[in-house]
């Protein structure tokens, strides 16, 4: 069975003046995703900025999660590391905490073959038992995880059960899909290709888009899952022009000023990330109006 089917969150950090986390910020997102039919809370990942984190801040933000959450949805703890140890000693410690699942990057900067990948990966598997979710997301990191390794490793080790897939490479999707005869938990990275993935066996997204419409992403998984492909597929057709303008620059910059403009401020972006443009924010205003979003 699959961690979660439908809309993951990949949700942001909300950070206080001081740059510190702002637990009762986090603590209401967490309700708010809860009662909009978010389908799982992705914390710590990209979105959640991360690569800015102390190893304590990152776990004590796993840990709250998991304790705010109380079960309503699954909570996936963002694990990964270019260091194999420290994901390791994340991944053991997010488990401790009931993560119900792991997301785990692929090494960044030091990079790895695929030798390297599959022993990355195979040693934390090693280490726990909560079941991994592999990123791949080279245009991050510079280190794909090409089809045969992924499907090695699904097929080679019990708790590794999925990937999130943020190639932008529907053939490699396809492929992937193809060498596991589709026995994979197979998650859109990309908001635009949610219904491309979901095609070929997806069993959803962890999303940016979420953090803002959390039910219109739901349900462009729910349509698909219940027969409704014209329906999903209209659904991501009309979210385009927002998602574009979610990533008009880096995320999360633009996501957390959307936030901010709904009247959901979660404080600002731990350096080098910079505050959106203004520019960019007239016109991600301009999006969120067109898609039905009320701003504050």
Do not use: W
């Not at 949700?11 to 003046?17: A, D, E, G, L």
């Not at 599959?118 to 909560?130: C, I, P, R, S």
């Not at 997301?137 to 794909?144: I, P």
Request: glycine share 10%.
């Amino acid at each position: 069975m699959a961690i979660f089917e439908g809309a993951g969150v990949a949700i942001v950090t909300p950070f206080k003046s001081d740059e510190s986390i702002d637990y009762d910020r986090l603590d209401e997102l967490i309700d708010f995703h809860c009662e909009n039919g978010t389908d799982s809370i992705i914390i710590c990942g990209t979105t959640g900025e991360s690569a800015t984190m102390t190893e304590e801040e990152h776990l004590e933000c796993v840990k709250f999660t998991i304790e705010r959450t109380k079960g309503r949805i699954p909570v996936i703890a963002g694990t990964g590391s270019n260091c194999t140890r420290t994901a390791i000693e994340m991944s053991k410690e997010a488990e401790e905490y009931g993560a119900d699942g792991l997301l785990l990057v692929t090494p960044y900067y030091n990079k790895a073959t695929q030798a390297g990948l599959a022993g990355h990966y195979t040693a934390v598997a090693k280490e726990v038992k909560t079941p991994i979710i592999m990123y791949s997301v080279a245009s991050r990191t510079g280190c794909n995880i090409e089809p045969a390794t992924v499907a090695a490793l699904v097929n080679g080790v019990d708790n590794i059960v999925g990937i999130k897939e943020a190639s932008g490479n529907i053939g490699q999707v396809a492929r992937i899909m193809a060498l596991t005869d589709g026995n994979i938990d197979l998650y859109s990275g990309n908001d635009d290709q949610i219904v491309p993935l979901l095609s070929l066996g997806g069993r959803g997204v962890i999303s940016v888009l979420s953090n803002v419409a959390p039910r219109q992403t739901h349900d462009i998984c729910a349509k698909y899952f219940e027969g409704d492909v014209k329906g999903s597929a209209r659904m991501q057709l009309e979210a385009l022009p927002l998602i574009e303008q979610l990533f008009c620059e880096v995320n999360p910059i633009p996501v957390k000023k959307a936030m901010q403009l709904m009247g959901m401020d979660c404080g600002g972006l731990r350096m080098p990330l910079t505050e959106l443009t203004k520019e960019h924010e007239a016109s991600l205003a301009k999006a969120m109006k067109d898609y039905g979003i009320t701003l504050a």
